[in-house]
């Protein structure tokens, strides 16, 4: 069995990642980590886990490991997150990092996104962004994945093969894109209230949100190999759970693009493309690591297309367990589900 | 014109209040004040007014009054509310003040509800216990009106005129009532952020919620003038407006209790008995200050009653505004409505 | 008072128009008509107007009109309005037609979208596009208003401005929009069950959504008299109420768009422009007649426009009032708030 | 691996049961039926499936069975899932059943509760009521499990304990239930509409719901061995899924009663009793096929229980796996997680 630790365990992700901790075969739960809630046992903070590893006592992020531990997930604010990561692996442990602190190679665009020099920038080298699809090879070598966010996850996944491609108007690309609300977390905030989300939807983070950097530098390192924009509109909307990216495409020849998605994905298990002229809905891929992807033909130059995940599993949580599976060689797939929970 | 001044102007009953001055044709909003928000434009803080008064600066709640202020709504939290009361009726304001402050004539209740002595005991003697429909003589000549608590109103409505008769069991009630979340405010907690609310029921305040001394003793007072018990269990459950009381009654001749109710309530305008057998949703007095009650018959002994309110409304603003009308020799209706914004 | 009719007043534009009327100074409802719902009793059908003219009965749409109607609201599928509003426009009432049947006086357009020929053509010419703050004097020397959709509501606002100067690249303009749910209306269907919207959000419509033909017909109209391209993407969303629009825009000098538009609207009662760099949501804007609209620029080329409505109010029925309003010369704001009902 | 059918596979309960057979090691799904969606691909009914099984027919439901199938459940409406029953029993498949078919021994009360004689009465001898933790043994060696409704199973859980001793006053027990709406089912009804039930509760099956005949035909049978009455009031809330009872309780010793559950469920892995005084919520239980229950004192003769079900999985396709389980023998757990998916 791999000797697991969560940090960041009161919180949304880390949550999910627990729970699909426990539905993994090779895997055990033994060290759990969270700031505010430190001193804790984890079934007080967590509803969901009834008596699974309820008795565990919430560590601060200072205390020692608890013995046997091989892989840690990280889910902590970003600028937190590196150090942890640091001691970790000094000690020896494998990590997938959830934070965004190790989402950038180039250093510049860190600064830019997060308004501070990188606190490990020795470190930096050594992380293999987790796109599971597109880095199986370096994640399955390396001892620290960085954990893509979950809206360039959403916008990454459709986009990539098509940016591969010398089809693409690569400065007519738009993306709008919609989430709900766990990913802003679990801190209170009067910004994430029910009566605030509720029967309400609105655009934030403009003019530039700090996933448009991450978006813009792996789309150009994984896609077009060249400096690239990819202006992006965020919306919270209200429901709990799931991230639907609508793009705007223009270019040549759309009516190849469906060939070319398809093909790519035709034999991963965790993308979907859907038939030509069919669009996915976020409520059939909650509660699965899946990402559908749909596409309609506007005319000769323009399409859209539309990619559906579960911010907390593809966006979060389930990619950072497959790309654990992918680093211990175990099975891609194990703990987690095709399916989603529906309805 | 009547000048009003609000104090909680930036949480959800104090937005409320704002809307309804709005559209009442004598009253004029020439002050508003709130605690952690001073100092911010109206404007900033409620993003529902548009043009209206956004221009007004919150004050704190130990500012002078500004010019010409007749009236004050005060909404803030219990324990707060009695000093600031005592200022307003000093500089001749009259009040309706939403807190629990001043609903327990009986001080011990107030004692074991709140769990500390009434820091304004000598002003209690003076307030008026604010369910309009029940009250409206007292009302009309009281300087300060404590406007009734959301679960209350809901309780006292639909069972006052039962418990006038004697065919009520008096220890056999039992109410479990469930409320939309707006009524915990808008301070941030981690209880009633979006996700914890969302796609979740709960039940709270076990084993005794403080609201359940303020229905005893103004079952009391207002109907079967003797000790009763009213065992209450209330839950939150994930809609923003609205609350529902469900009481099991058990007595002598419940096929007679519906011509009961309907008989008190066929004039008043904001309280309506349904047809017998029929029962009420809360989505059709969302937006309204009407109580809708329903009621079934079980058995020869037994029948449910049901009422529904908007708790910001007959629960909270707008029976504070229909007081203010019946303080003033309004027409007690004057920027109410008995229509419901739905859906 | 006028004497008014709502065909079609079982449905949700239907009783957001009886919420209207109930609360006009100058209007008597005297008619109420629907399909499905002919013979009920109007309280039975909607569950939010108490005891206003609960007791009026449903006549079918093609009974006689009852005394006194001078003015009728024609909330009906398309194709089926058409009839309708001739047989009232023959008996001397006037009429706001909230179906898309007069929206386009180009009938091709009609044609292409609604893939009939028009039902009635001559009719067409007569009527005025209600976008009512483009089109007052035409409103109000008209007997036949086509009611604006609650897109092209919420795109031509923020855009006609803009698009009647020379800043805009016509060929880049993308249109995202989201919508609540009650826009799909009350019939009973699988797609809009509670658990099929609930938790979910989808694009639909796609390649081409009817509202496209209408936004691009009166973009040319009113904006930039040449034909226009407007691509546009609609989502459906787990809300009841509420209508957002994200507008990509591609010109010159986009730092002084907001200027342009702020100067449009200063004087509309129902038509805000933030302050620059502050972006609406839709829950401060619900319940009221009021479209909110923001503007970020991005860049030396680009800007965002989000604009907000409430899709019941300034996209249908609180539109129609204000139409209403005039076509009789009253007050454009009777009966119409410009403060939601927030939370 | 054992071949499995679902009927009424393109509903609510079928979606999950599907669900759960995919992620079951030792089942196969090989026959899908559905009603009105016959001949139609699974993946098209059926958004969240992925892959799985997405070319599977929907074959009506008196197409002949394809090869294999040892296990069916039949998720059809009462009355029409008697005869398919009998067919697949003929056909030597075991069938768990979760209609209302075969719940009732008592045939007087199967006909009371859904208004008809039973169209199969011999077979109803035959039928083990299948809640898991009371009737494992039978459910082992029966060919026919009648999967207990969700309101039953929210109630005779935490209610059989305490009535297998004479603590209770039984002639006081007062159940108030609250469940999502995924319980309605998947036909379009208006009622059911996201309009309708987003932001409303209602109480609904006044004054008495079918289900009130299962509680107190098990209750007795299960419980106290003599007829029983539990009044029940079932309302609906806005959620997808979750279902919570709140059971009020009269009689001796009460601080004894926490004892007394916590015992009986100390080894099961779907039961939880929280610590006395704590109280659960659907949120921490949706996705699991968990019950969660809590117990609060009132006084020396009162007390309150607070029951939580995921209505699909413990109250309908989780449950009906953990029998099918039973039935052949499988680890019970398997395919069925005690982890709830949160938030």
Not at 304 to 318: H, Q, R, T, Y
Request: with cysteine; charged share 15%; hydrophobic share 40%.
């Amino acid at each position: 069995m791999i000797g697991v630790a969560v940090f960041g365990a009161s919180g949304y992700a880390g949550a999910e990642l627990i729970r699909l901790i426990a539905g993994h075969p090779e895997m055990e739960l033994r060290h759990v980590s969270a700031g505010r809630m430190a001193g804790k046992r984890l079934g007080e903070v967590l509803p969901s886990i009834g008596d699974y590893c309820a008795e565990l006592i919430l560590a601060d992020g200072t205390a020692p490991l608890a013995d046997g531990v091989d892989l840690a997930f990280t889910a902590l604010p970003h600028g937190a997150a590196a150090a942890t990561v640091a001691r970790l692996l000094a000690q020896g442990c494998r990590v997938v990092d959830l934070s965004a602190d190790f989402r950038h190679p180039n250093l510049n665009n860190y600064r830019d996104a997060y308004g501070t020099d990188h606190p490990q920038p020795a470190l930096t080298t050594q992380a293999v962004y987790g796109l599971s699809e597109w880095q199986r090879e370096a994640i399955g070598s390396t001892n620290l994945v960085a954990n893509p966010g979950c809206y360039p996850t959403s916008v990454l996944l459709p986009l990539l093969p098509l940016l591969q491609t010398d089809l693409l108007n690569c400065d007519r690309i738009i993306v709008d894109a919609k989430s709900g609300t766990s990913g802003a977390g679990r801190s209170p905030k009067q910004t994430t209230l029910f009566c605030e989300i509720n029967e309400s939807i609105a655009a934030y983070g403009l003019p530039r949100h700090r996933h448009q950097w991450e978006m813009e530098e792996w789309a150009e390192n994984l896609g077009c190999n060249r400096p690239i924009s990819i202006p992006f509109t965020p919306h919270i909307i209200p429901m709990t759970r799931g991230m639907l990216a609508t793009i705007y495409l223009h270019g040549n020849d759309p009516s190849s693009w469906h060939a070319i998605l398809d093909q790519r994905y035709a034999d991963e298990p965790f993308v979907r493309v859907l038939p030509a002229g069919q669009l996915p809905a976020t409520g059939g891929v909650a509660g699965s690591n899946r990402c559908d992807i749909g596409i309609v033909v506007r005319d000769d130059h323009n399409a859209v297309l539309v990619s559906c995940i579960d911010n907390l599993l593809k966006g979060a949580a389930g990619q950072a367990l497959q790309n654990a599976n992918l680093m211990f060689a175990l099975d891609e797939q194990s703990g987690l589900s095709p399916l989603g929970v529906w309805p």
